[in-house]
Structures are given as structure tokens and as C-alpha cells.
């Protein structure tokens, strides 16, 4: 549970909206700016279970001739770098419209500053589940 799964995720076990969690500008970054924590509202689009979060990252080259660019999402063409599956302790029953509200820390690991180290906090307030946690993750 504490390590991400990087897997591929068919498009159709997407239930949620998806949320831009950050903005990165490589040509302008400094070393403490691959720490952050943002906020997220996740909707969902039809009636389900939530098992897990599921993260990706887009690229877009912009200092080009012509702009270029990708996603490694799930509703994207395939990639090497594929998703990563942070999975819930709790199962998630959500209906149309509920919101899964929370936030994303994100930070180099102290120790090991090629790993990741995560903070996932969720909350549901839904007709059929109620819930509320925080889960902590190492991506290696």
C-alpha cells in the first residue's frame, strides 16, 4: 500500500473528472520547486467504486519551430513512463456528482532524494460512503 504501482490503466476504469494537480517550467525551475503540495476536487462521472488515484504527467515543448508534446494519462497513447496507482486504504462508493476533495505533497525523500515521498489526504462526504484520511507513500 505505502509503494505506487506504476502500471497502465484502461481509460474505462477512470471514474473521476481529472484534476491539474502542478505547472512546471523547466527553463525556470529551482531545486525546491519539485516540492509541492496542491489541493484537488475530484468529480465523479458516474455511479462506482474508487480503489485507488491514479497520476500522470503531460509534456508540451514550447521553445520549438513547432510546438510538440504528449501525455502519459490513461486516455492518452501508451508510454514507457505509463500511470502510477497510489491505491486507497478505504474503498470509495461514489455516486454521480460526489466530490473526493483533498490535497497532494509531493517532495524528494530526505534520505534518498532519488525516491519520492507522497502525502495523499481525501475526503468523501457521499450518500453512501463517508470518509476521511491521510496515507503516506514512497515511490522508488
Known amino acids: ?31 525546491g520547486d519539485v516540492s509541492f503540495t496542491a489541493p484537488f476536487k475530484l468529480v465523479a462521472e458516474r455511479d462506482d467504486y474508487i480503489h485507488a488515484l491514479v497520476a ?30 497510489l491505491y486507497l486504504e478505504d474503498v470509495l462508493t461514489v455516486c454521480e456528482g460526489e466530490a473526493i476533495v483533498g490535497s497532494m505533497t509531493v517532495a524528494p525523500n530526505k534520505k534518498n532524494p532519488r525516491d519520492v515521498d507522497i502525502m495523499l489526504k481525501y475526503s468523501l462526504n ?4 463517508l470518509a476521511s484520511r491521510t496515507q503516506y507513500y514512497r515511490m522508488r
Open 56 to 85: 500522470y504527467f503531460d509534456v508540451s515543448f514550447t521553445k520549438c519551430h513547432k510546438l510538440m508534446g504528449f501525455s502519459t494519462g490513461p486516455k492518452s497513447r501508451a508510454t514507457h513512463w505509463k500511470q502510477t496507482v
Open 1 to 31: 500500500m505505502m509503494e505506487p504501482l506504476v502500471d497502465t490503466v484502461d481509460q474505462n476504469q477512470i471514474v473521476t473528472n481529472s484534476q491539474l494537480l502542478k505547472t512546471m517550467d523547466i527553463s525556470k525551475m529551482a531545486a
Open 126 to 129: 457521499g450518500r453512501r460512503c
